[in-house]
C-alpha cells in the first residue's frame, strides 16, 4: 500500500468588493502613496463593509465556491479547521458558526490562533489527520476582518492589513503528491512587538482599555521587521536543505505576503528568481490568515501535478515556519 499524504485537492477566494487606496489612506493619517508602497508594496487592500458581517461571511463565499469547483456537498466535509485572529465572537469558535452557515452537518471543527502564520498551522494540523486515516476531507480556512481590530490613525498599521479569506480542501493522496514536509517554530518572547493587548483574559475589556485603544493591532515595526527577513528566510531555506532541493527545484514560493521586502529576502535566500514567487501584496494588503491561500487560488491555473511549491509565513507572537508541497492536481 503507498504512502498516504495529505494532498490540496481544490483552492478558492474572496476577497470584498470594497477598495481602500493608499490615496484614501493620505486623507486619514500623515502618509503618502509613494511612502506606503516604497516601504511594503502595497498599493490598495480590500474592506469588509456592512452591518453585521465578520469574518465567517468572507468565509461562505470561498467555502461555497470551493465545495461547487470539487463537486460536492457540505455534509461531505469531515473536519473545518478555521485559521483566524478575527474570529466572530471570543466563542463559539468561528469554525462551527461557518459550518451551520454552509451545512456542514457532519462537520466537526475549531479555531487555529497563530497570527499570519495560522494557515501553514492549518494545514499541518490537518495533514494529520488525512495521514492518519481519521478524515478523508478537510477545509482548512484562512481569513480575517483585519478592519475590525485596526486603528485607522495609526499609520503604523493602518497602510499595511486589508481584509480577505481563502479556503483550501485536503485529502488523501497516494500518488505521492501533497504536503510532504513542514518545519515550524514559535517564540512567545516576541510578543510584546506584536500584538492587540486587551480583550483576553490578561487585560479584559473595558472603559480604559477602550479608551486606551487596547483593542486594536500594536506593532513596534522595525523589531518584527527584523525578526521576520530573518526567520521566514532561514525556515524557507531550512525546509529546503532538509528535503534536499535546490532553487531549479522549486516551481513556487508561496510566501505570506506581509511586506514586499520581507519577501524578496525570503526569495533571494532560496535562490529563487521573482518569476517564481507568488505576490499579491499591491492589491490586497496583509490579510494575515488569508494571503497564502488567496495566492494559491488566483495562482491556481499556472500549477502544475507534481509541483514544488513552499509556503512560508512568519507572525506575530513569533510565529513562523514553512511547508513543502507536491502540487497534486
Known amino acids: 500500500m503507498n504512502k498516504i499524504h495529505a494532498a490540496i485537492t481544490a483552492v478558492q477566494g474572496y476577497v470584498p468588493e470594497y477598495v481602500l487606496s493608499n490615496r484614501e489612506l493620505e486623507s486619514l493619517v500623515e502618509t503618502t502613496d509613494e511612502w506606503i508602497i516604497s516601504r511594503t508594496g502595497i498599493k490598495e487592500r480590500r474592506i469588509l463593509k456592512g452591518e453585521g458581517l ?12 470551493l465545495l461547487k469547483k470539487r463537486g460536492i456537498s457540505a455534509e461531505e466535509i469531515d473536519l473545518i479547521i478555521f485559521c483566524t485572529v478575527t474570529p466572530d ?17 457532519n462537520a466537526w471543527g475549531f479555531d487555529l490562533q497563530a497570527a499570519c502564520s495560522g494557515f501553514i498551522y492549518g494545514l499541518t494540523t490537518a495533514s494529520q489527520f488525512i495521514e492518519s486515516g481519521k478524515h478523508k476531507k478537510i477545509l ?8 475590525s481590530i485596526i486603528d485607522y490613525t495609526d499609520r503604523t498599521t493602518c497602510i499595511i492589513f ?3 479569506c481563502g479556503a483550501v480542501l485536503v485529502e488523501p493522496n497516494e500518488e505521492g503528491n501533497g504536503i510532504m514536509d513542514s518545519i515550524l517554530k514559535s517564540d512567545g518572547s516576541g510578543r510584546q512587538f506584536l500584538n492587540q493587548k486587551a480583550g483576553g483574559s490578561l487585560r479584559p475589556a473595558s472603559h480604559e482599555t477602550v479608551e486606551n485603544k487596547e483593542h486594536f493591532v500594536f506593532q513596534e515595526g522595525k523589531t518584527v521587521f527584523k525578526f521576520a527577513v530573518t526567520n521566514m528566510a532561514d525556515v524557507a531555506a531550512e525546509i529546503m536543505e532538509k528535503n534536499e532541493l535546490t532553487a531549479e527545484d522549486i516551481a513556487w514560493l508561496v510566501p505570506h505576503q506581509a511586506n514586499k521586502r520581507i519577501i524578496d529576502a525570503t526569495a533571494s535566500r532560496m535562490g529563487l528568481g521573482s518569476e517564481k514567487v507568488m505576490i499579491n501584496i499591491e492589491r490586497y494588503g496583509n490579510t494575515t490568515n488569508g494571503t497564502i491561500p488567496l495566492c494559491l487560488w488566483e495562482w491556481e491555473s499556472k500549477l502544475k501535478k507534481g509541483d514544488n511549491i513552499v509556503l512560508a509565513a512568519f507572525g506575530g507572537g513569533f510565529t513562523w515556519g514553512a511547508v513543502y508541497i507536491k502540487w497534486a492536481y
Not at 465572537?89 to 452537518?105: H, R, S, V
Not at 482548512?140 to 478592519?147: A, E, L
Open 89 to 105: 465572537m471570543p466563542f463559539p469558535a468561528t469554525a462551527n458558526i461557518l459550518a451551520d452557515k454552509i451545512g456542514a452537518k
Open 162 to 164: 486589508g481584509d480577505g
Open 140 to 147: 482548512v480556512v484562512g481569513g480575517d476582518k483585519m478592519s
Open 54 to 65: 465578520a469574518t465567517s461571511d468572507m468565509a461562505v463565499h470561498a467555502v461555497n465556491g
